[in-house]
């Protein structure tokens, strides 16, 4: 065999492996790292590279997303998150990121101060724990109660807090109050929106059922000879709530979903009158 060396007065760069490499380099070995061979090789040693702090996501200034102010940071939602972790099924953790969604996406329509709307959305249920063992909705008061000393350990200005708890306050149906403020309105919209269609079907039964409600009534359950009874059946709730929802709507954008929803609602009940044969 040949044995060749590369040396720099070769007239050719043969590179074998008796090879010497630059001593401003070095090859990583066991011995110029402690680590575990099965860990990330360090192939060579370069002189440090700064780079700029990296943002983490949800915190920091507020930017620009989706046409409107992205200020709810990743921390404010693992606390809140953690604010509902007793709550009842109708109006848990799930829920509320429900109503926020749609509440921003009412709001960038109807130019609603995101600053107002967003934290009321994620705190307007903050007392639901308490609903189930009532049989009532959470109480906007004791919510409201709630979320003012949240929002007070944020150090969110007071003018701002009244506004949202305004919000809070009001937002209940059974309250049947018509709001003052755009986001209040707005609250009271997304939040009714998620009591309809598929996911307000889904709701309903999720609640009945963990109050111990039948299904329906056997000789009357879709209300025609009777008044409804929502505490004794849970298909009564159709008829007291959930399709009285769409007519209260406030904004433009909730009439449009609220009249897909209401489809939803209807045809459900088409399909369960036709399958249990009354």
């Known amino acids: 065999g040949i044995s060749e ?11 074998t492996s008796t090879r010497t490499r630059s001593p401003r380099r070095k090859r990583w070995t066991p011995s110029t790292d402690s680590r575990s061979a099965f860990e990330p090789r360090h192939f060579h040693e370069a002189r440090p590279h ?4 990296r943002r983490v996501r949800g915190e920091g200034p507020p930017s620009r997303r989706s046409g409107s102010f992205r200020i709810i940071s990743r921390s404010w939602l693992d606390e809140i998150s953690s604010l509902y972790r007793k709550a009842d099924p109708a109006h848990d953790f799930s829920h509320i990121l ?14 609603a101060d995101m600053r107002v709307l967003l934290p009321a959305a994620l705190l307007h249920d903050l007392e639901s724990k308490k609903g189930l063992k009532s049989g009532k909705e959470p109480s906007g008061q004791a919510s409201a109660s709630a979320a003012r000393s949240f ?10 807090i009244e506004k949202v708890l305004y919000a809070v306050e009001v937002h209940s149906f059974s309250r049947g109050i018509l709001p003052a403020t755009l986001e209040a309105r707005i609250l009271q919209d997304a939040d009714r929106l998620d009591a309809m269609g598929a996911i307000g079907i889904a709701r309903l039964f999720v609640t009945g059922g963990a109050m111990g409600r039948e299904m329906y009534h056997l000789q009357d359950p879709f209300c025609q000879d009777r008044d409804p009874d929502d505490k004794r059946w849970n298909l009564d709730h159709f008829y007291r709530k959930l399709l009285k929802l769409k007519e209260g709507m406030h904004t433009s954008a909730a009439k449009r979903l609220a009249a897909k929803r209401a489809r939803v609602l ?12 009354v």
């Open 50 to 53: 700064r780079s700029r702090p």
């Open 98 to 111: 429900r109503v926020c969604k749609l509440a921003r996406k009412i709001g960038q329509e109807e130019k």
């Open 151 to 160: 929002l007070q350990g944020k150090g969110m200005a007071r003018d701002r």
């Open 5 to 15: 060396t590369w040396s720099p007065d070769s007239p050719t760069s043969l590179r």
């Open 266 to 277: 209807e045809q459900y009940l088409q399909d369960l009158e036709e399958e249990i044969g």
